[in-house]
């Protein structure tokens, strides 16, 4: 609930309008990617936020894993989530249009006619927590520097500003390269950093000294892989501002971490978290037992969503051998049995998932139509044949357990790869036994691993489970020191930059990148770049659906599951606004009820 957006992939919707995207007719206060912002200049807060909320009180949340740093900005180490409280950022996204982005620290944008620069004028009230002002060389330096030395993510988030230049004290101006439509609105995520401060300190290194921030909140106090607490900046400069107002409303914020879920839900359970968004449908449906819910006192809520869900696996490192072969992975597919653990594991509370776009119109489903196939035709006999004859449907069952019939089709593409059978052993052409490690940092994955891997066993394969911590499982992805590894890749409905990192060819093999896959293929690589650059709403459903058909045929994982709710529990003594935000609930739009009393009063759903 506390990451911070910048460090996403970023989540957009799509307007009805097809026609290429406006920016502005001079200097504005927000910018959209297609059509115009839904608040109008001057507004006075968004529409999720109530003005009845009672600023005060704590709120207690919780995380799983640890952190021993609070710079976000570098490559090693864990940060700690509760820090994007405390910084700002150029603009800010609306949780009800969330392609849409409000000056914050800027106090008017506006992007040229030809879109080759943007221009922000900075609001001369901006200062950091010590009182100093934000200035256009705090602005260039964090470009500058965060591209330079901070984690790749910003190298691959703008990649395609080739420059900035300070056009008065209160000015920066940003070239921009190439035709990507969501650029303009990508520099408006820029988070703003003190240049004074962060002179003295190395960006690229761990460090568990609390920031000089400019957001809401200040760190208080920590204690390192164990509790962080936060509390509201008595001289926030921005506490006013539209997008802000009737947001942050707690005075305290306390982020408990717990090595283990089953600890963290009994602890939610005790009172000591107030919010819980669960994320196991089977705890879901059989741990949330207590006197407290018996009595009313904990509320439970399952949300809709319908967000593009984007793809959870277990992901292949084609860069290590047997992974390299595609038709290897694609045997390997063949033996997880989502039916069955959907059914016996998960109480029937998922639906599998099938694409890179699921619960989008962007999703490749049936056969290519002309305009993919335009796309597609020119790399034909270097993609799989599947890509023109076939829609990707992942191997199924019918739930009962028994899957001879796909340990069948399992055992003929092995056969197909190079691959036999030696004495109950898998034995690749050149003779080596077939072993690998599936590498997990959840320990609640282990129960839908194990049955995973007893059924590689009956192909003959010697697959083991490693789970490790959250900061050696987070070094290993960096340094792509795995075999298979559980990820997930979230989507966006309006697709761009981010699908370089994700896929690229020149990400494959850069420290800490998102290609966890390993990923080399020029088709691919074609696809994203013209994904970046499509002007219209019909060219990038048709391009991002060519995308998602490569993926699909690509065999880069083992796809799992989504839900198609969010699932909330929270303790009932708070006050929220009558709706929650479009594209999922915001905790910061929330308060504690003053009269101790329980809220919302008749317990209704969150809408």
């Keep these: 609930m506390l990451r911070f957006a910048f ?7 799509l307007a009805s309008t097809t026609a290429a995207p406006a920016m502005t007719d001079g200097p504005a206060h927000a910018l959209a990617l297609f059509g115009k912002p839904r608040q109008p200049e001057g507004f006075r807060h968004f529409d999720y936020v109530d003005p009845a909320a009672v600023p005060g009180g704590e709120l207690r949340l919780h995380e799983t894993g640890t952190f021993d740093s609070f710079n976000p900005f570098a490559l090693g180490g864990i940060a700690a989530n509760a820090v994007g409280h405390t910084y700002e950022t150029l603009m800010v996204r609306s949780g009800d249009e ?5 000056c914050l620290i800027c106090k008017t944008v506006e992007v040229a006619g030809d879109r080759s620069w943007i221009e922000f004028t900075l609001r001369p009230e901006a200062r950091f927590h010590d009182g100093s002002p934000i200035t256009a060389e705090d602005v260039l330096w964090s470009f500058e520097t965060l591209r330079s030395k901070g984690h790749p993510f910003f190298r691959t988030y703008y990649a395609d500003a080739t420059g900035a230049e300070k056009t008065d004290a209160h000015r920066v101006k940003f070239k921009l390269a190439g035709d990507n439509r969501a650029l303009p609105l990508l520099l408006g995520d820029l988070p703003v950093l003190s240049r004074a401060w962060w002179s003295r300190r190395d960006i690229g290194k761990v460090a568990l000294e609390p920031p000089l921030g400019s957001g809401p909140y200040r760190v208080e106090s920590f204690e390192p892989g164990r509790f962080v607490v936060l509390r509201r900046a008595d001289n926030h400069w921005s506490k006013d501002h539209p997008v802000n107002r009737h947001r942050f409303n707690f005075e305290r914020l306390r982020i408990e971490y717990f090595r283990d879920e089953t600890v963290a839900l009994e602890a939610f359970k005790a009172g000591a978290i107030d919010i819980r968004v ?24 399952e949300i809709p969503e319908d967000r593009v869900s984007g793809m959870q696996g277990y992901v292949f490192n084609t860069r290590r051998p047997p992974f390299d072969n595609r038709l290897f992975r694609k045997a390997l597919t063949y033996a997880f049995d989502f039916e069955w653990t959907n059914r016996t594991l998960f109480h029937g509370a998922y639906v599998r998932t099938r694409s890179y776009f699921n619960n989008a119109e962007l999703a490749a489903r049936g056969l290519p139509g002309p305009d993919e196939l335009a796309l597609l035709e020119p790399w034909r006999g270097r993609i799989p044949d599947e890509v023109f004859t076939r829609e990707y449907n992942p191997p199924a069952t019918d739930g009962s357990g028994g899957w001879r019939q796909n340990q069948r089709t399992a055992t003929r593409l092995l056969r197909e790869a190079g691959y036999r059978i030696e004495k109950q052993t898998l034995v690749s052409p050149d003779g080596a036994p077939v072993s690998f490690e599936i590498l997990l940092n959840n320990p609640q994955f282990e129960r839908v691993t194990l049955p995973y891997v007893e059924h590689l066993k009956r192909l003959g394969i010697a697959a083991r489970v ?19 590894t559980v990820a997930t890749f979230g989507q966006s409905e309006v697709p761009g930059a981010e699908q370089r990192g994700y896929w690229g060819s020149d990400r494959a093999d850069r420290p800490g990148g998102l290609n966890l896959a390993g990923i080399r293929d020029p088709a691919v690589d074609a696809l994203v770049e013209l994904i970046v650059r499509a002007r219209d709403h019909d060219t990038l459903v048709t391009r991002v659906r060519a995308l998602d058909r490569l993926l699909q045929w690509g065999i880069y994982a083992v796809p799992h599951w989504h839900s198609k709710v969010d699932r909330v529990a929270y303790w009932d003594r708070f006050r929220r606004p009558e709706r929650s935000p479009k594209y999922g609930f915001d905790p910061d739009t929330w308060w504690r009820a003053s009269d ?7 317990g209704a759903a969150i809408r």
Excluded: H, K
Aim: a positive charge; zero cysteines.
């Design 7 to 13: 460090l996403l992939a970023a989540l957009g919707v």
């Design 98 to 102: 969330p392609f849409a982005r409000y």
């Design 278 to 301: 669960e994320g196991q449908a089977v705890t879901w449906a059989t741990q949330y037992d207590s006197p407290a819910i018996r009595q009313g006192l904990i509320a439970r809520r």
């Design 466 to 484: 490693r789970t490790v911590d959250t900061a050696q499982f987070q070094a290993r992805l960096n340094s792509y020191d795995f075999d298979m």
């Design 596 to 602: 101790g009393a329980a809220g919302p009063r008749d």
